[in-house]
């Protein structure tokens, strides 16, 4: 096969290749941008493997950063842009099941290809377009499957996260599952505990995210992959209910746990201790948290003024995204002019500070003059008080009068 319109993320990177191979190497586009390209989806990150040594690449090009030189790859800048160029390289060893104990810098394309993943990844293009494909990845692309390379059970005993990688391949092109390959997950799904919580929290992310997610969803499940990941071991029958809801596409991590713990009947002390395990950021667990209260008014009818300010546009939109899985969502247009015709978006646009009250001398410092800035925040967004200087300032005086 060759690929008769060549992208231009790959156009830019030719020089690179160019010269490498006026030099006496092989070079090649490897990975997910070729597989991408076959697929006509965009393009991420464009990666070049070759025949030359890393030493042999440096001093090719006037500049260089040794980003992964112990395993082969030299960052390649040209014309302002970085190039992840590696080394045919062979592994061995893997006695942690995650990283080889021996890394092996080779001349031939074909002992590279062979140690990666999936059919689908193990292709490469020349910078004449020609697609090398040593693993039938090509007829794989065109039947929708999902095929580790060689002998799977392997694969997985290299890295186990590519078990992860698979189902959450299965889920991001929506592409079913070789059933050997299958079989070799549920085989070897104990061997995911071996592997860092943050590595199996992103693709887990990127599972929920994909084009069908039920299909990912189905095989993790079904290999049993879900017992090895933080927190899931006693939720297969909540999980299993993402297989019987609306496809939705989920578009942010707060999306999918806002889903998720939804679906496990989760309180928010349990929310926090879950993301916790998953190595989530404390803004995630704090936007999450957010989300799900928003999804609850939602589902229950109830999201008022108050709601929306507290909530913020983007949660919402993320509370309303989870919410079409339980066909409770809103117009996202009539919710978007809902929040832009509130009062105020945030406390720092009510147009009466701490200092006038205390300039005003209507109470002094001390707590209550917090509860009062407070309670008219709250009153301007549910259009009880307009956010008027003379009208906070009447309001204020009221409430201090109501402490005396």
């Not at 080779?106 to 494909?133: P, Q, W």
């Not at 505990?193 to 599972?207: D, S």
Request: proline letters at 3%; hydrophobic letters at 40%.
């Amino acid at each position: 096969m060759i690929v008769e319109q060549i992208p231009s993320e790959f156009q830019q990177a030719l020089p690179v290749l160019k010269t490498i191979q006026d030099n006496g190497f092989e070079a090649y586009f490897v990975g997910g941008s070729v597989r991408d390209t076959i697929l006509g989806l965009p393009i991420h990150d464009v990666d070049i493997a070759t025949s030359a040594y890393p030493a042999e690449v440096k001093a090719l090009f006037k500049k260089t950063v040794d980003t992964g030189i112990e395993h082969g790859t030299v960052m390649v800048i040209d014309h302002d842009k970085g190039y992840e160029v590696t080394t045919f390289r062979t592994e061995s060893g893997y006695q942690d099941y995650r990283r080889p104990d021996k890394v092996t810098f080779v001349r031939s394309l074909a002992d590279d290809l062979k140690r990666r993943d999936l059919t689908i990844n193990a292709l490469a293009m020349d910078m004449n377009g020609k697609i090398v494909d040593l693993f039938g990845g090509l007829d794989d692309l065109k039947n929708h499957l999902i095929r580790a390379v060689g002998v799977p059970a392997e694969r997985y005993h290299e890295d186990a996260l590519r078990m992860m990688r698979t189902v959450r391949f299965a889920s991001k092109l929506d592409f079913a599952i070789d059933p050997t390959t299958e079989k070799a997950i549920a085989e070897n799904a104990p061997l995911l505990a071996k592997i860092a919580v943050e590595r199996i929290h992103e693709e887990w992310v990127k599972l929920l995210q994909g084009r069908n997610i039920k299909r990912g969803v189905q095989a993790f499940i079904d290999t049993g992959l879900y017992q090895y990941c933080p927190g899931l071991k006693d939720y297969r029958a909540e999980l299993a209910q993402l297989l019987t809801l609306p496809a939705i596409k989920l578009t942010s991590e707060e999306a999918v746990w806002t889903l998720i713990t939804t679906l496990c009947e989760l309180d928010d002390s349990q929310v926090s201790r879950l993301l916790r395990q998953w190595k989530s950021s404390r803004e995630i667990i704090h936007n999450t948290l957010k989300a799900r209260v928003a999804l609850r008014a939602l589902r229950q009818q109830q999201l008022d003024a108050l709601m929306l300010y507290q909530t913020g546009l983007p949660l919402l939109l993320v509370a309303n995204q989870v919410a079409a899985f339980f066909k409770n969502q809103v117009d996202e247009t009539a919710l978007r002019t809902q929040y832009e015709k509130l009062p105020i978006k945030s406390k720092r646009e009510l147009v009466l500070t701490g200092n006038d009250l205390l300039k005003a001398k209507i109470i002094t410092p001390g707590p209550r003059m917090g509860q009062i800035l407070n309670t008219l925040e709250v009153e301007v967004v549910q259009g009880k008080v307009a956010n008027q200087t003379a009208a906070l300032m009447g309001r204020a005086c009221e409430l201090a009068k109501q402490s005396d």
